[in-house]
């Protein structure tokens, strides 16, 4: 069985895929510093991310954020003492807002090039696959893992460190999106996941039927189902309508539907001793709780990142990057963006 060997020596990591501006410095496993500068406010207003807008803020934001990261990971150094003790510089270049990773990634290569340090493309779901093995770097492979976002809804077995296959994924919305929209629906704002979680407190999940999308059999993910039945409930019940009966109904229904999904796969297959849960819903207690449950009941150990590292930010992009820097992997300088890109498959 192949064991994480990671770096050892500090490296800088950068994320901007979307809208989070995030700069964190790794060493070996261990998390430094990782800083999170967040644009939510901002895209709250209309509703949503807009890109324009979101990769301007990272012109913005990105030095400053930089500058606090190292500041936090090397206390007493000056800015250009803390920059030489980095030993390679790891970015999001895929997949993501092309302008949004624009910027991240002509930063990274500006760094590398000055300092004379390797730099390294990195794939922003690998991120969030990575964003355990701060808290846990014994995993055992294989594992499964259940990679859920605002864009990404999959079953992930992971072979050994950086190969992956996808098992399962969504034919439609992702959890997140699911979220977010449910959350719009119901007049909560942007962005939905931790409103509607709110919202949800105390409510009766079933007070109202909701479909949990996936038809019999099925393998993969679907939520386009429940956001037409939320628009339905919403309208149907105009003012009469309780928004935490609504809100807890959609959380109990996401979450219903991923943790059946993950236990019919695990029922199906043997040999995994650990399952990860990342990705920005993975902040979600509900879902954190049934997913304990699954995995309890059939013997495996549930490894779940800490809330600060289940949100987009650049510890994950390091904790990817300490691996395959260690395995003397890099980029050349020609490393470009993509907007779309499959998970590395070994
Ligand atoms: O991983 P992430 O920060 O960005 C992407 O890569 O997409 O995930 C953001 C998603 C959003 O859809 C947001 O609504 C959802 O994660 N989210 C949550 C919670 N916190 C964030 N969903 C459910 N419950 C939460 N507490
Ligand atoms: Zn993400």
Redesign the pocket.
């Given at each position: 069985m192949e064991a994480l060997n990671f770096h050892t020596e500090p490296i800088l990591a950068i994320e901007t895929?979307?809208?989070?501006t995030s700069a964190a410095v790794v060493h070996g496993s261990r998390v430094l510093s990782n800083v999170v500068a967040s644009q939510t406010e901002m895209h709250a207003k209309w509703g949503g991310v807009v890109p324009e807008a979101a990769s301007r803020a990272h012109v913005e934001a990105l030095l400053p954020v930089l500058r606090e990261s190292l500041g936090q990971a090397f206390p007493g150094l000056s800015l250009l003492e803390s920059m030489r003790r980095l030993s390679g510089i790891a970015v999001t270049n895929r997949p993501?807002l092309v302008g949004a990773l624009s910027v991240g990634v002509t930063a990274a290569k500006a760094l590398a090039l000055a300092l004379e340090i390797p730099l390294l493309g990195i794939h922003?779901?690998e991120g969030?696959l990575s964003s355990v093995y701060a808290e846990c770097p014994d995993i055992r492979f294989p594992y499964l893992s259940l990679v859920?976002?605002?864009?990404?809804t999959e079953l992930v077995e992971v072979l050994a460190p950086g190969r992956y296959r996808i098992l399962a994924e969504t034919r439609d919305d992702?959890?997140?999106?699911a979220?977010?929209k449910g959350?719009r629906l119901l007049g909560l704002g942007?962005?939905?996941?931790?409103?509607?979680?709110e919202a949800a407190a105390g409510g009766n999940p079933r007070r109202y039927a909701l479909p949990r999308g996936t038809p019999k059999g099925a393998d993969d993910f679907s939520f386009s189902g429940l956001k037409t039945a939320m628009l339905r409930l919403v309208e149907g019940e105009g003012d009469a309508l309780s928004l935490s009966d609504a809100a807890a109904g959609l959380?109990e229904a996401?979450v219903d539907s991923l943790a059946r999904r993950a236990a019919s796969h695990l029922d199906a297959s043997s040999g995994y001793q650990d399952f990860t849960l990342v990705?920005?819903?993975?902040?979600?207690?509900?879902?954190r709780e049934r997913l304990t449950q699954v995995c309890h009941q059939r013997g495996l150990r549930f490894v779940v990142p800490p809330y600060a590292l289940?949100?987009?930010?650049a510890a994950m992009i390091g904790l990817a990057a300490s691996p395959r820097f260690a395995r003397g992997e890099s980029s050349g300088f020609d490393l470009d963006v993509e907007p779309s890109a499959d998970l590395p498959q070994g």
């Open positions: 895929s979307c809208d989070e993501g922003h779901l969030h859920v976002s605002g864009g990404h992702a959890a997140g999106e979220f977010d959350a942007y962005p939905g996941g931790r409103r509607i979680e959380q996401i990705g920005g819903v993975a902040a979600n207690k509900a879902l289940c949100t987009d930010n």
